[in-house]
């Protein structure tokens, strides 16, 4: 089964605080995704990663950058923590685009 | 931009009854796509995928595509409390790349016992 597993599951900060939430695949996909989930607007993805070192924007990058140095991992950054990032983030793998993505469990992040 | 479309519910359906579930995109360049279950606090797991016209059966589950009318069901059979959740459509398109795999905001099921 593939496992995709977030470092955190819920993780408290202070605004302004530059905040690492990592995630790590165990499949080899070479597609790798992180998503933010709030109530009332989805699923929106933040950013996607398509191999080592290589990136894209999604809808809603302001304020993350994301890091792949090796295939099997995938960090979002939160570089100033701010209020209104608090939020569920959601990172997922998959190894073709066309094909399904599988979700690690999620990190409920709140900044205080 | 690429549009998926759900109900957002709540849809309530009694215990034994069959559910349905409808999701429309916009665009017709879309190739594959994807039913997940999400409960609540939980990350979405896959249910079913598919890729060509018409239904696929999986158990309890069908998923029923018409891409001349761009749309694709998701119906339960059975329905069980357990399936009380909410259901993501998400869809993949052709070109890839960021805009490869978007969802819609979900319908949220109710069994009732």
């Known amino acids: 089964d593939v496992k995709v597993t977030q470092s955190s599951r819920y993780l408290v900060k202070r605004t302004g605080e530059k905040v690492f939430l990592e995630c790590v695949q165990d499949m080899d996909h070479e597609n790798m995704f992180w998503y933010r989930q709030d109530p009332g607007l989805g699923l929106r993805l933040i950013y996607f990663s398509y191999d080592v070192k290589m990136k894209e924007k999604g809808d809603i990058p302001e304020g993350y950058s994301v890091s792949r140095e090796k295939k099997e991992r995938f960090s979002l950054i939160l570089e100033s923590a701010s209020t209104n990032q608090t939020s569920m983030y959601l990172c997922?793998?998959?190894?073709?685009?066309?094909?399904?993505?599988?979700f690690g469990q999620g990190t409920r992040l709140t900044v205080v | 931009q690429k549009e998926v479309e759900q109900n957002s519910g709540p849809l309530s359906v009694p215990e034994g009854a069959i559910a349905s579930l409808n999701c429309t995109y916009s665009?017709?360049?879309?190739?594959?796509f994807f039913w997940y279950r999400q409960y609540s606090g939980k990350s979405p797991e896959l249910i079913m995928f598919i890729y060509s016209n018409g239904d696929k059966e999986d158990g309890r589950f069908t998923a029923q595509l018409n891409k001349a009318s761009q749309y694709v069901s998701l119906l339960i059979r059975d329905s069980q409390p357990s399936d009380s959740a909410t259901y993501l459509c998400?869809?993949?398109?052709?070109?890839?790349?960021?805009?490869?795999?978007?969802f819609g905001k979900g319908t949220h099921l109710i069994i009732q016992p």
């Open positions: 665009d017709r360049g879309s190739q594959s």
């Open positions: 997922a793998s998959s190894l073709r685009v066309a094909l399904e993505a599988f």
């Open positions: 998400a869809l993949t398109y052709s070109g890839g790349g960021a805009d490869g795999l978007t």
